[in-house]
């Protein structure tokens, strides 16, 4: 079983950034492939960015490519999400995922994740 909490969202001008963290409780952190997700108001949960359990590849969605950086710290088994130069689209709350050990499939679809945080709210204002 693991358990996700995250923490890091706000208010922030556009054009800003803001750093996610997802701390997970469980001994097979350093084999969990580690995702992240957001849902606006009134919208479909959708992927934002993803990373191997190797740490060796990354995942992105078109909409936050080259202004989004995943990265996960298996020392302290949390997972980070780097956001930078924020557009008020990006409002929402984001969520953090996690994978069942040694997963190695698609990271992009909600159903490959088997545990979820509760959620933490990122308002971006224009």
């Known amino acids: 079983q693991v358990q996700l909490v995250e923490s890091g969202g706000g208010l922030v001008q556009a054009g800003g950034s803001l750093r996610l963290s997802c701390a997970a409780s469980?001994?097979?952190?350093?084999?969990?492939?580690m995702g992240w997700f957001r849902q606006a108001p009134g919208k479909e949960r959708e992927f934002v960015a993803a990373?191997?359990?190797?740490?060796?590849?990354?995942y992105y969605a078109d909409s936050v490519k080259g202004r989004v950086t995943i990265s996960r710290d298996n020392a302290n088994n949390t997972a980070s999400l780097q956001m930078n130069s924020l557009k008020a689209e990006d409002t929402a709350v984001y969520y953090c995922a996690a994978t069942r050990s040694g997963y190695g499939g698609n990271h992009y679809y909600a159903g490959a994740y088997a545990y979820w945080g509760q959620g933490t709210q990122v308002t971006v204002s224009s």
């Open positions: 990373i191997h359990w190797t740490g060796r590849t990354t």
């Open positions: 469980g001994r097979t952190f350093s084999s969990t492939g």
